[in-house]
């Protein structure tokens, strides 16, 4: 099956799918995997990681701490990496001031819109706590809280999302 006919989710790790109450990172969430989990289970999504932990842990070894989460989306792939941090420093921005100000076709904006185009994506979400200053991104994200992650109030939201279909 060719991507472009797969229900794709975008996703971030820190602040969706680990939160301020996990004891380390690599503590995910029982509430934030079990909407992913519903999610593969109603829509059969694959997993795209956009996550700044592609830079830092190697692919299988992310592959594997997913499942030994319980995680049950196979995850597939990883957006290309673009570096923008540089703008946030020289500016001294807060990280939301940052995000805000993002133009619309760069930074993770530009990361999967890039992939989108390259692989012709269809149907996707993305669960991330970064803000999109893309509106044609933001209207397939939901913007987590750190606090808490990913949550079962997203799952509504999020089935909705992943029903949209681009022509």
Same mark, same amino acid.
């Given at each position: 099956?060719? @991507? $472009?006919?797969?229900?794709?989710?975008?996703?971030?790790?820190?602040g969706?799918?680990?939160? $301020?109450?996990? =004891?380390?990172?690599? #503590?995910?969430?029982? &509430?934030?995997?079990?909407?992913?989990? *519903?999610?593969?289970?109603?829509?059969?999504?694959?997993?795209?990681l956009?996550?700044? /932990?592609?830079? /830092?842990?190697?692919?299988?070894?992310?592959?594997?701490?997913?499942v030994? $989460?319980?995680?049950?989306?196979?995850?597939? #792939?990883t957006?290309?990496?673009?570096?923008?941090?540089?703008?946030?420093?020289?500016? $001294?921005l807060? &990280?939301?001031?940052?995000?805000?100000?993002?133009p619309?076709d760069?930074?993770?904006?530009?990361?999967?819109?890039?992939?989108?185009?390259?692989?012709?994506?269809?149907?996707?979400?993305?669960?991330? #706590?970064?803000?999109?200053?893309?509106d044609?991104l933001?209207s397939?994200?939901?913007? *987590? #809280?750190?606090?808490?992650? @990913?949550t079962?109030?997203? @799952?509504? *939201?999020?089935?909705q999302?992943?029903?949209i =279909?681009?022509?």
């Open positions: 099956m060719r @991507l $472009n006919e797969l229900a794709i989710c975008f996703l971030d790790i820190d969706v799918l680990n939160n $301020n109450e996990s =004891k380390d990172e690599k #503590d995910f969430s029982k &509430e934030a995997i079990s909407v992913l989990n *519903t999610l593969y289970q109603k829509y059969n999504i694959k997993l795209v956009c996550s700044s /932990w592609r830079e /830092w842990y190697t692919f299988k070894y992310i592959e594997n701490l997913f030994e $989460n319980g995680i049950d989306a196979e995850l597939i #792939d957006t290309p990496h673009y570096i923008g941090e540089e703008r946030r420093a020289s500016f $001294n807060s &990280e939301l001031e940052y995000m805000k100000s993002v619309p760069s930074g993770r904006n530009a990361e999967i819109l890039k992939y989108i185009k390259i692989h012709d994506i269809k149907r996707f979400i993305i669960l991330d #706590d970064y803000y999109y200053s893309n044609f933001r397939h994200a939901i913007c *987590t #809280d750190m606090r808490y992650g @990913l079962s109030k997203d @799952l509504k *939201t999020a089935e999302i992943i029903n =279909k681009e022509e």
